[in-house]
């Protein structure tokens, strides 16, 4: 939308011809104080002309130009009471009255007055400026009035331009401001259920720059975001190497909100069937309201946290949300039968201390005695194992088993020097993270104390993984990590449940079936929820991992 400089046009002036009626010397001499900008002096001298009885249609065009005087001077009340007489009329000039009317309309706050006149303006070229003044006077109102009017002024182009520049103003929008701000752009009728062609199309939108990484290539080849990226993008291969339609298009978040907003009038993401990422929460709101609207699957691919995408339709986590895992937890425990005493160590972390408050309730639930329940650091961690009785000697160990939430390998390494000097096996329940400490060597315990929760978790033995390293390792010369394994695994599953056979509706091929086997990972269960729902309990038997029954 062009910007309207709020002055009136002097073309309007010197405009008018009175057939058969001399013009008054008066009159002559208001336009002209008119014309050179001297509102003060022209408005007394355009008044005594007003009053049709005695000047007939000369009234009308002094009026007019009264109007025009009186913006000029900042006296948008004094233009109302000057038009608001003549735009009924049928004259030569009566769409422009109403164009001025509009502006002082504006100009005196009454906003909504000013847009339902210029609804009834028929000429293109004068509605063309009314709706530039749309725009001018209306970009700074607060979101509520224009949101509240949309539906009866979305007509006016201006008035969309301006809506649109308050809601990309703003940081944060609600779901009404949201939900306004894509209707703007066409997307919120547009339905993503329809295939428009048998490519599947995935945006990805990672942080790869911020405030201490300004370009890509500064990124650490060991960064978490890295690996994941390239994770997605080797999945991607292989995808087109095994014949699958698929396009990978990648954006920077930079860590910015503004930015990403901006970002998300990309015609390319809004054609998108599917989003991967951001990571950070911040962010991750932003696209999962986005998602809702557009009606795009969103996944956060690394997250626990994300109870609140069980409320929505297109949001998911790739991973299990607190929710499930603490169900794996509870449901592993009972069917092992190993006693009803529970000690449970958690870290300080989002996701530890959240997973720890929801055992307590249903572990409680299920009737069974929590015996300990503490915040666990590497300083106080071997206390809290030694208080159970679980330490070196004879002695009598006080639960039945002990679960321990954390990822932190600080925290891991005296727990399990601890549990290489005991000599009693106790179940000690730990995140599969564990499973890659390079301390670990869990085949030299005398006991197999440790048992593994499941977090997608990875299947190392498979036939399938042993392929993928191969290939990566020929591609990049280095074994993938973890953050890259669950990348292409992310696109394994992607594609799996998104394709020109199954079609590209998300949600009810995720609801067709309970279980769906991994190729790098055990597996998931997205039936009726939107996170990975199956949470297995893992041991190692002869270096083997294997699920429990």
Do not use: C
């Not at 339905?191 to 048998?198: A, E, F, I, L, T």
């Not at 978040?253 to 990309?266: F, P």
């Amino acid at each position: 939308m062009k910007k309207f400089l709020l002055v009136i046009p002097v073309f309007f002036i010197l405009s008018v011809a009175f057939a058969q009626i001399p013009t008054p010397d008066a009159y002559r001499k208001a336009q002209s104080e008119l014309a050179a900008k001297n509102y003060w002096e022209a408005i007394p001298l355009f008044k005594q002309f007003t009053d049709p009885k005695e000047y007939g249609n000369l009234a009308n065009y002094a009026a007019f130009h009264l109007g025009e005087a009186t913006l000029g001077a900042n006296q948008p009340g004094q233009a109302i009471d000057a038009l608001e007489p003549i735009i009924k009329g049928n004259w030569a000039k009566s769409e422009e009255a109403k164009y001025l009317l509009a502006v002082a309309y504006f100009k005196n706050q009454q906003n909504v007055e000013a847009l339902t006149l210029i609804k009834s303006i028929k000429n293109d070229q004068i509605m063309a400026m009314a709706e530039n003044a749309t725009y001018e006077n209306l970009k700074q109102v607060s979101a509520s009035f224009m949101i509240a009017n949309l539906s009866e002024f979305k007509e006016n182009r201006g008035y969309g331009a301006a809506l649109k520049r308050v809601l990309e103003s703003q940081t944060i929008l609600s779901a009404t401001e949201r939900a306004a701000y894509y209707e703007l752009q066409g997307k919120a009728t547009e339905s993503k259920n329809v295939v428009k062609d048998q490519v599947l199309d995935i945006v990805v939108i990672l942080p790869f720059t911020n405030s201490s990484r300004s370009n890509l290539s500064s990124i650490p080849q060991n960064d978490f975001v890295f690996e994941l990226y390239q994770g997605l993008e080797f999945g991607v291969e292989q995808l087109k190497i095994k014949g699958t339609k698929v396009n990978m298009l990648t954006f920077d978040s930079k860590r910015d909100v503004a930015h990403l907003q901006n970002l998300l009038s990309d015609p390319a993401i809004a054609s998108a069937d599917v989003i991967i990422g951001p990571i950070y929460p911040e962010e991750s709101d932003v696209v999962s309201a986005f998602a809702e609207t557009a009606k795009i699957p969103f996944v956060h691919p690394l997250s626990n946290l994300g109870e609140r995408f069980e409320e929505l339709n297109y949001s998911y986590l790739f991973r299990p949300s607190v929710s499930s895992i603490a169900d794996g937890i509870v449901d592993g425990l009972r069917k092992q039968n190993w006693g009803k005493r529970v000690a449970v160590g958690y870290s300080g972390s989002s996701r530890d201390e959240m997973l720890a408050k929801m055992l307590q309730t249903q572990l409680a639930a299920e009737g069974f005695q929590l015996t300990k329940f503490e915040q666990i650091n590497p300083r106080n961690v071997s206390d809290f194992m030694q208080g159970l009785g679980v330490k070196s000697g004879e002695g009598s160990v006080s639960v039945d088993q002990v679960v321990l939430l954390t990822d932190d390998p600080s925290i891991a390494q005296p727990v399990f020097s601890l549990m290489e000097s005991i000599t009693a096996s106790i179940p000690t329940l730990v995140m599969d993270s564990w499973l890659s400490f390079n301390f670990a060597n869990y085949e030299m315990l005398e006991f197999p104390n440790f048992y593994f929760i499941g977090n997608n978790t990875l299947n190392f033995y498979g036939e399938p993984m042993q392929q993928f390293r191969n290939r990566f390792y020929d591609k990049y010369l280095n074994l993938p990590s973890i953050n890259s394994t669950l990348g292409a695994e992310l696109i394994n599953w992607v594609s799996s449940n998104m394709s020109d056979s199954k079609g590209f509706d998300l949600r009810r091929n995720l609801d067709q079936k309970a279980f769906e086997a991994g190729r790098l990972t055990w597996g998931f269960n997205f039936q009726g929820g939107h996170n990975n729902q199956y949470v297995p309990l893992f041991e190692l038997e002869a270096g083997e991992l294997k699920p429990l029954d």
